[in-house]
């Protein structure tokens, strides 16, 4: 199965609120498929539609993506956060679609989510794991257009947004 290609900062695809997913059938399942494929290959920890492309809210993540002992790949569909708590500084955080640059960014600690599964079937997620937490921040913010360098100092905001601009003037 074949990767989808990364949407990346600065398209203002990734700035739109998705869609909610109506009808989860065997094409969303196939696409659910290659998202996988894409995250893992990337090495990522997380994916979200909009990222490949797609803007309904289904999000993907996994704890320990280079690691195929421990992998184990989560799906989420229409996701909100509906409570969060505490602050923490996720460090280093870094985005698929924001390459080569990585920054600090104020987390909650401990988030509860809701969502469905990839069969449809309501699920709850409660997490005070500040990694999980961060994942699910963090891909639940691509669903409404969010990136998290929106979320770091206006200054390294604007070193990296200097850094994409001089690249992009190079091709
Ligand atoms: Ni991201």
Redesign the pocket.
């Given at each position: 199965m074949k990767s989808l290609k990364i949407v990346t900062y600065p398209d203002n695809f990734l700035r739109q609120p998705t869609k909610p997913v109506e009808n989860i059938n065997g094409e969303l399942q196939d696409f659910i498929e290659r998202m996988a494929v894409t995250m893992y290959g990337a090495s990522g920890a997380?994916l979200a539609a909009i990222?490949v492309g797609y803007d309904k809210s289904i999000i993907i993540y996994d704890a320990f993506p280079t690691d195929p002992e421990k992998q184990c790949l989560e799906v989420l569909i229409n996701p909100k956060i509906i409570a969060a708590e505490g602050s923490r500084v996720s460090e280093q955080e870094g985005?698929?679609?924001v390459p080569d640059f990585r920054a600090d960014v104020k987390r909650s600690v401990a988030v509860l989510a809701e969502g469905m599964d990839r069969k449809g079937k309501p699920v709850r997620i409660e997490t005070d794991d500040f990694l999980m937490a961060v994942v699910l921040q963090?891909e639940i913010d691509?669903l409404n257009g969010i990136l998290?360098i929106d979320r770091i100092s206006a200054l390294k905001r604007e070193l990296y947004k200097r850094r994409v601009k001089k690249h992009l003037r190079k091709k």
């Open positions: 997380g990222q985005c698929l679609s963090h691509h998290f």
